[in-house]
């Protein structure tokens, strides 16, 4: 674990990590704008980490394995803090919420059961998805009322990535962290033959 966090890219890492349980403690508390605040510095550290990594030349198998669990750590508690803080979103849009996510799970159920692992994906579509999903989860913590429009937004990206992740997950017999995309990894493969 020492030499993990030997890397600025990992120390930034474990933050994220480490602001996990605090946000947990906020929003048992009801604590919204405090919460929304824990989400903006576990986005801004879940940018920096990738950059500082490349710029530093310290990006590694071992840097990416750890950035991909604090994700998958963060994401799912974000869905049960906005549960606990805004319940309204799930009473009013119940099988949005459970496709979406149930979608995820599903896809991080077989990246563990196919590769014993989290399969760390750091896929485009997972990115670009990220920001819509984001700014609706602060919005909806800082604001009395949600936005549907960013909700919509927001899970209808979060879909189309976790569908992609699990494409690629059914299809491939590897993963790697920067397979890109599943058009990309079908195309590398198509090459391979």
């Not at 990738?50 to 710029?55: P, Y």
């Not at 198998?61 to 049960?80: C, Q, V």
């Not at 906005?82 to 996510?101: D, G, Q």
């Not at 990309?184 to 493969?189: E, F, G, Q, S, V």
């Amino acid at each position: 674990m020492r030499e993990l966090l030997s890397t600025v890219p990992n120390q930034i890492t474990a933050v994220r990590l480490a602001l996990i349980p605090v946000l947990w403690v906020l929003a048992w508390l009801q604590m919204p704008l405090y919460v929304a605040l824990g989400i903006i510095v576990a986005l801004v550290s879940d940018v920096l980490d990738g950059v500082i990594a490349r710029r530093l030349n310290q990006a590694s198998e071992a840097g990416s394995r750890f950035d991909s669990l604090a994700d998958n750590l963060l994401l799912p508690s974000s869905a049960i803090w906005l549960y606990i803080l805004r319940p309204e979103v799930f009473r009013e849009h119940p099988w949005l919420m459970s496709s979406a996510l149930g979608l995820y799970a599903l896809a991080i159920l077989v990246g563990l059961v196919k590769f014993r692992r989290f399969a760390n994906l750091h896929l485009y579509s997972s990115r670009i998805a990220s920001v819509p999903l984001y700014i609706f989860l602060i919005h909806a913590l800082l604001a009395q009322h949600y936005q549907p429009l960013l909700l919509y937004i927001g899970m209808g990206m979060f879909i189309v990535s976790s569908t992609e992740r699990l494409l690629l997950l059914l299809s491939s017999a590897d993963v790697t962290p920067h397979m890109g995309s599943v058009l990309l990894a079908w195309r590398a493969r198509s090459r391979d033959r």
